[in-house]
């Protein structure tokens, strides 16, 4: 054994797991391992970097702001950004089932965000007002499509490369060292005297993370696994959606998946109470990056160990406090609560709680499937996940024009629902 594989082995023991048993995987992936589980981190800890630098729910609309573009263009980053790296990929599951490795789609899908994110800049840099608000609109989408790659691959990858009861604990260590790293790029904004110039350089930060989280993904060893016949996309599409009635149990997480998304959607409006308490000066673009970074730093891991011990209880879990948070900000508007804190205190909570539902849904849908139908599972509901997230956006987006009192009281109950769902799923998890 070199002395670098003995400080993989090191690293993997460390952060990963001392054992070096496979549940799931064959004998070469589970050699493998061990170097893949550190290539895997180090292109989450980018990637995650990358998503936080460009995000839509802050860094976007900022830079909307410094640019002069209308505020309904502003309105529909988020449901944009979230539904459009979902609804295409029950097409590009299809496409990606045809494949036996599928790294490269891991690879392709961070270059194109990264090429993304230049254009933004780029449109940031020579544009304004309205023609500025519509390019970004429609880089957006591009950028959203480009994460859609990634997103499934990923999944399948994860799946084919890493054990099984290990997966949570990577994501949430991934998240924990971006959040930290997150953290001193949104301390160092603090040092910029102009907001957009804070914005491009975010920016810039993010295309260069996402084409290094493209060349890591280019060192993972994957092995040729099951693929798919040639049938068009589109037909592979319409048989997949029929997995809701063949599986119970997944069209169940489908349900409980689709109203928990207003632990992603409510955020904005969390930033919107607190920006009308104080001035801009209190709730900077820094403010919330570092908040952001702090709540990834002290969830991420946390959440993905819970994850792998029983990703169906995180989920109700988070479900009840997405609920209790969307509740509190409701009645804080209700009594015109006239302190930024209460509202800055809730975007800080729900972040954290956001995380575990990330970490909590990504590990049960990988843990729930296997071989090729992991990828269809992934496929379909991010799909279908992408439909709800557009239609719930943009009619929350509308409502928000009349009353976010009444937008938080609806995200509570969908949240309720969910936690009470949520205990009709089956238990995925691996047995200790």
Known sequence: MTHFSKWVERFHNRI???????????????????GNYLLFVVSLVLSKIAD????????????????????????????????????????????????????????YGAVLQAIAVLALLCAAISLSGIVAGSAIVVLTILFSLARAI?????????GKTIDKSKRGKLSGTAASIAGAITIVFGG?????????DGSIILLALAAVCFLLSAFSCALIKEYDGDKSDDKSA????????????????????????????????????????AEQQASSSYVSLA????????ASLISGRIWGKLADKNSKGLMAFTASLNTIICLLSAMFIWFEVDSIYPFLALFFVLLVVHEGVRQARKTYLVDMAGGNKRTDYVSVSNSLIGVVLLLIGLLSGALAQFSIFAVMLAFALFSGIAFALSFSLKNVSKKD
């Not at 505020?71 to 590009?92: C, D, K, N, W, Y």
């Not at 037909?235 to 998304?261: C, E, H, P, T, Y």
């Open 16 to 34: 990963g797991s001392n054992s070096s048993k496979c549940n799931e995987l064959d004998d070469n992936a589970c050699q493998a391992q061990n």
């Open 52 to 107: 936080s630098l460009a995000s839509a729910k802050v860094v976007l609309p900022w830079l909307m702001a410094t640019t002069g573009a209308p505020i309904f263009l502003t309105s529909l980053l988020v449901p944009i950004r979230e539904s459009g790296a979902m609804l295409p990929q029950i097409v590009l599951g299809a496409h990606i089932r045809r494949q036996a490795t599928r790294k490269q789609y891991l690879v």
């Open 150 to 158: 990634s997103s499934i691959a990923n999944k399948d990858v994860m």
């Open 188 to 196: 160092a904004l603090y040092l910029r005297s102009s907001e957009q």
């Open 234 to 273: 589109l037909d592979v599409a319409k048989n997949n959606l029929k997995l809701l009635k063949q599986d119970i149990g997944f069209a169940r997480f489908v349900w409980v998946r689709s109203l928990m998304i207003s632990s992603g959607l409510a955020a904005p409006y969390l930033v919107l109470m």
């Open 287 to 294: 403010s919330l990056i570092v908040l952001g970074g702090i």
